[in-house]
């Protein structure tokens, strides 16, 4: 399978417990970028990572969330101490190149997702 | 004022008419634009994107942008009922062009 995958699909948590979530990009892709989906809402920018770097974070709370890229493995968004408002969908998604003003800008390929309960 | 918004519906049309889904926008500088296809349960596809104003036809589906009046749709013709999903809009900046802003989506069904 050489689209972006995500695990685990599923994650139900009690409060205070901690999530991780895994992506591994396509193959040939170095760009990962993660969004969160609350039900009946749009997807929501949380943060932008290549290899080693964050490159934008703008999007995720200041607290509690955190995301990494190593330069081996998949891309984790890890969730402390979760509480019940982070029950969502986290969809990450990857792109092969981003260069302002290509053609092939902002097109993303997304994961399954891994939706998060938190009891 | 939302950044990109969309009527959440659902649209519901026949077997075979043409579906018209409308976005709008907020931010003048937004220059890339995507139509994303979500079923229930599963991950956005991308099905179009449009970057200059005017039409862009890509089998059943056409993207038409008016950039001076903040403004993007997408025409399905000869809906099937294989397109009933929830229709996602999407804008990007010249500045943060991979950070892409959702609409809400809208839903659409096609009946039989």
């Known amino acids: 399978n050489a689209g972006v995958m995500q695990n685990p699909r599923h994650l139900v948590r009690r409060r205070g417990q901690e999530a991780r979530l895994r992506c591994s990009p396509m193959?040939?892709?170095?760009?990962v970028y993660w969004y969160r989906q609350l039900p009946e809402e749009g997807l929501k920018f949380m943060v932008y990572?290549?290899?080693?770097?964050?490159?934008?974070e703008s999007g995720m709370p200041k607290e509690r969330f955190s995301a990494e890229f190593p330069k081996e493995g998949p891309s984790i968004l890890r969730i402390q101490q979760v509480v019940r408002g982070d029950s969502a969908a986290y969809f990450c998604a990857s792109s092969p190149v981003v260069e302002t003003g290509a053609s092939n800008t902002g097109e993303l390929f997304f994961g399954e997702g891994s939706r998060l309960t938190v009891l | 004022q939302k950044e990109v918004e969309q009527n959440s519906g659902p649209l519901s049309v026949p077997e075979g008419a043409i579906a018209s889904l409308n976005c709008t926008y907020s931010?003048?500088?937004?220059?890339?634009f995507f139509w994303y296809r979500q079923y229930s349960g599963k991950s956005p596809e991308l099905i179009m994107s449009?970057?200059?104003?005017g039409d862009k036809e890509d089998g059943r589906f056409t993207a038409q942008l008016n950039k001076a009046s903040q403004y993007v749709s997408l025409l399905i013709r000869d809906s099937q009922p294989s397109d009933s999903a929830t229709y996602l809009c999407a804008v990007s900046g010249w500045d943060s062009s991979y950070k892409l802003i959702f609409g809400s989506g809208t839903r659409l069904l096609v009946r039989p």
């Open positions: 449009i970057y200059s104003n």
């Open positions: 931010d003048r500088g937004s220059q890339s």
């Open positions: 990572l290549q290899k080693e770097n964050i490159i934008d």
């Open positions: 193959k040939g892709h170095s760009h």
